[in-house]
């Protein structure tokens, strides 16, 4: 055989390599920065190449005689093919640009809702849009478009909008009498987890540990992701159970105090109010007018939170055939004013278990938004649209409050979330229709599907976990492991054709939840198949139902494996967001797409700020954006649309504090926001700070067992990261007086070479409670820095782990350069892992003129001081701080060829806003640059 | 002025395999990730030890910490870890309730050795539901039929035992194990008849005792107003 020459191999390679790249170009995205194209591509197909359906094709689903063995599924388990792809252009608002506050009067509705129909949207362009600028043009104080519908911008057209979900977190605090035990509560599903010879029994208060398990909570904690999901799909939410963890609670009764109206022909009804005998007087009257947008009358329920933080709203009234549906109600929180519209129409409901229709005692949820302690604030809600029907001046409740209802003749003195869907829908003033009895007791596992049933919710979610039965200890993987759904379906006798639909619901909530969880959680997570046929009569909270209906089960408390994840929040929102791409598949609607990510926030030309972010590489699409802006990096906006991965800011006024976050969205849905980024223009540009944050971890749940503090009142219960402490360090810099501009960003960010240390003069770095699992700094984020340390720049970092997790001498190291940095780049030596005290020492050296300190226990805003690192000083660093234990020192100074200041508490967590300006403002004169 | 002809050769020569190398090069570093969120995952886990092997590593640099302590350092600091079944089975076993003498029939496709831990395991779960109730052995029946599919009979005296809804579902939820034994589903007749039918009437039954006790509130014709 002729040997191929090597001129020829030659000739091959190279047209090898011609070709191949070639084909390269063509299938190459534009990078993000490109000038040529900055609307973000149609989405994908949400059926995930990567998820395939557990179930072979679907059948045709028969009537029970000729059913076979194999289990019947309805068609189209995956997603819709053909999904809403982008938003319809002409639905985008125009940027409003008013110089007046504005007022719910400007705008009338009619009778119609403003949201569009499905058939009325664009279908998808042909080509990708090709927009002008490279970025979304914003300008910082320009009046924020209001939400369009239910505070949901317009552009979300999901089949799940407007649909009324109906989501029962399982059992809760009930009564032990009708269990044959004396008079008191009782939760319905505490854990006992053995631990040597402790028994970690949750059922004996004050002995809660760590690691108990209980269902009870857990799955209000599940399924509050999964209403955030929901209502970020355009679906309202009818909670069965309070979900709200904000303890403190503010009703605003119809004619009582906080209440007042203006406008004409507001009358009094005759009927009660939906909370009359509850939260208002027993002869509590709501009030009622016609629409009239050319002589508007409003109702107005003005308050003060008695403490800053987080309050939903929630609206009870009582319904009827004459309610109109488009209502405006304006909210004015401490982020501005949002506008919304709400739906007091009457639903209706073939079922006469509940009485006659009409006059149902209903209550919608207007929002969550963040009010400042004695600081004004209102909701109006207007008869500003055109029908001949009324709206209802009922009752306001701001907050989710404890829980008044007495349990066996007695309060239970915690928090109303704590109690059973009986509690919850007694204070909700529905009768014994709704608010099962069993005898003379109350019966809480039917009274959530009635609950359902009463509202004539489109669906009705049940969030359990499992466990395989308290006789098969000790518990282990095998006895039971994997996402399990229960649904009423009948036999001959008993079939009916709702059943068809709790079994299509059900099978597609459950199969979604798994392989979402495979996707996003664990691989190998299990399909437990029983109850996929569905069972006949045994589950009164399944077969009670008269709407579609089902209950999942995520995870078994019994494995220990599945234990661990239902102690984790980031298990919880995965599993939300499977649940709820479940539910939407039942309603032929996509899904919303995830997370941004690499969000950043720097100083642009012309004093502009330029804020980007990037989307996931996988999961549904993005076709614009929600950047809201807030100016306390609390308190946020309704929102702009962005339909770039950026938006620059004009008119930034010097020495101001702004902060962002961003959502993702798509026709279907928006995602949770992301992490909060806040940036602070200066005089000149001398000095230039950037905030990393490389605070990631999401693990710890709350501690159900600390409701109160030590004074006995009740404390806001926070989560284990809530992602917004930048402005907490930026806030703490403006303080200072001292002028440095500030830039923040998350750590991925500096990571993936998006933001570039050496641009700036000062690097603060924080961690949080980010511990060896999540790697406090990563080899390449310790490269980088020790190149920007190496070439003269400034540091602070902070975090109660940094010492644990580099030094890490109990269980190995992470990096092999841990150690080495951490003592020669970070000039701390790790001594100990727990300071164990909240209180600091005056400062010495550099800062002292730093007064004693303390940190946040739990109960002062952040979150709570656990573990905070000692260090000895190394390699030429001294120990400025000190804990109030002798030699325990708590933060480094470093001044040599670069300086650094080594925090071994998190920073974000000092008490008081003085505290942080006072160590901040001293670090920073220490640092100064010449 | 040109290159010799033998030199321009070379040169051409040299250039060609410099080509071909980088080539082959940007071939390796090009070819496409095909890298998924699933990898995605994968990556960012650390290795999982057990929570055994984490206490012994504690206690080599401090000899007094517990096993319970360590189990709270791992919680603190988020670190994942495997539980070690075996060492929380020594003298911790739940003994069950005294079981039931049961009528059990095997249709099914258990093995012999499968269907006696299926019978233990469904006497002890009954026993813990019926115990102190007096019943002959024909009360309670359990077949596991042809299709697997178990069916169990219990008659109203027995059945009457669990008094609310609260009680039916403790006892549906305590079947679950049933899903690990390779049982495909489950069927209950009381005195031969669904149990679905037999609650569906209950329900009815309920709700008019409900509509009972709500009274006028529920009955009257209301202004809407």
Known sequence: MKAISTQKTLHILLLGFILFNFSQCNNSQPAPDSNIEQVVAPPQNPNDPGTLPLFPEPEQTQPPEEQDNEPEVSPELTAPENPESTAPQDQIPEIEQENTEPSINDETSSEEPSTPEPDETSTEPEEPLIKEESTTLLPIDAAPVAARGAYLPAQVSSPLRGKLIALGAGHGYRGRLHSGQNPGKTLQRPWVWRSGNKVLDSRKSNNIADFAVVEDFINSEITHYLNEYLLNAGAKTTLVRELSRQHREIILCPNAEGYSESGPSVFESQNLSAQAGVSCSNNAHYNFVYGNPSTPSTARYSFQVPASGMYPLYFHFRDGIDRAQNIPVSIQHAGGTTRTHIDQSMRSTSSDAYGFPGLRNRVLYLGTFFFKENEPAAVTVSNNFTSDKIVVFDTLRVGGGMDLIPIDGQLTGLEKFKSSAFQYQKFLNRDATVARLSGSFNEDVTTRPHAANYEAADAFISVHNNATGQNVYPYTDSSGRGSMVIYQYGDESTFKPLDKEHRDLGLKMKYRLIDHLREYWDPDWRNFAWGDEGFNGNYGETRVAQVPSALIEVAFFTSPTELLALSNEKFYRTAARGIYQGIAQYFGAGWSPLEVTNVRVTHSENSEIRLEWDTQDFGPQATYFLVQTSKDGLSFDSGRIATTNSATFWNVVPGTLYSFKISAANAHGMSLPSAVVSIKAAASYDRRALIVNGFDRLDSRVNFSSSFDRSGAPVTIKRGNEFSYTPIYAQAIADSMLDWSVDSCDNESVIDGKVELQDYDLIIWYTGRESWADETFSEQEQNLLQDYLASGGNLIVSGSEIGWDLASQQIGNRSANDLFFLENYLRSRYTGDDAGTNQLLPGISVLNKVDAFSLDEGYSGTYQNQYPDYYSPVNGSVCVLEYAIANRCAALWYSGDYKLFSLGFPFEIVNSRAGRASLMSNMLKALEVN | ?225
């Not at chain 2, 190398?21 to 995952?41: E, N, Q």
């Not at chain 2, 640099?61 to 020594?90: D, H, R, V």
């Not at chain 2, 395991?121 to 359990?142: N, P």
């Not at chain 2, 007749?189 to 009274?215: H, S, V, W, Y």
């Open chain 2, 1 to 225: 002025m040109s290159l010799p002809f033998h030199l321009s050769k070379k040169i051409i020569r040299i250039l060609e395999l410099t080509f071909g190398i980088c080539s082959i090069g940007l071939i390796v570093v090009l070819w496409p990730d095909a890298s998924s969120a699933r990898d995605h995952v994968q990556e960012q886990s650390p290795t999982v030890k057990s929570l055994h092997e984490y206490h012994k590593e504690f206690a080599a640099s401090n000899t007094s910490i517990t096993e319970q302590e360590t189990l709270q350092i791992l919680l603190a600091k988020g670190i994942p870890f495997e539980f070690n079944p075996k060492l929380y089975s020594e003298n911790s076993q739940i003994q069950p309730e005294q079981t039931f003498q049961l009528r059990f029939k095997n249709n099914g496709n258990l093995s012999e050795p499968e269907f006696n831990v299926l019978k233990m395991r469904l006497s002890s779960v009954l026993s813990s539901h019926f115990s102190g109730t007096v019943f002959s052995e024909e009360e309670i029946t359990i077949e596991l039929n042809s299709s697997n599919i178990l069916i169990m009979q219990m008659s109203t005296n027995v059945f009457s035992v669990l008094k609310s809804e609260e009680e039916l579902t403790d006892f549906s939820e305590s079947l679950h194990f049933l899903g690990s034994l390779n049982i495909r589903g489950l069927q209950i007749f009381i005195d031969g008849t669904p149990l679905g039918a037999i609650m569906q009437q209950k329900d009815r039954f309920n709700d008019l005792e409900m509509l009972r006790i709500c009274g006028t509130k529920c009955q009257q014709t209301h202004n809407a107003r």
